[in-house]
């Protein structure tokens, strides 16, 4: 696991956004690692160290769409 810093104003999904670059599914995995960080509020405090998953996002597949034969 690796800890970063919250910056000035940021939530936990731009934090998310910020490391991972998705927050789908990540968010969750850090609110678990982070006991009692949801009770600080939206915009966390700066400098407040939030511990992150060692796992990387799976990359998002869409489906294709065939429109002619």
Do not use: K
Request: net charge negative; glycine share 8%; aromatic share 4%.
């Amino acid at each position: 696991m690796r800890t970063v810093r919250a910056h000035q104003g940021e939530t936990l999904d731009q934090i998310c956004y910020r490391t991972f670059g998705v927050t789908a599914g990540i968010t969750e995995q850090v609110l678990d690692l982070n006991p009692g960080i949801a009770e600080l509020g939206p915009s966390l405090p700066q400098g407040t160290p939030v511990q992150l998953p060692d796992t990387s996002p799976q990359p998002q597949r869409t489906s294709t769409v065939q429109l002619w034969d």
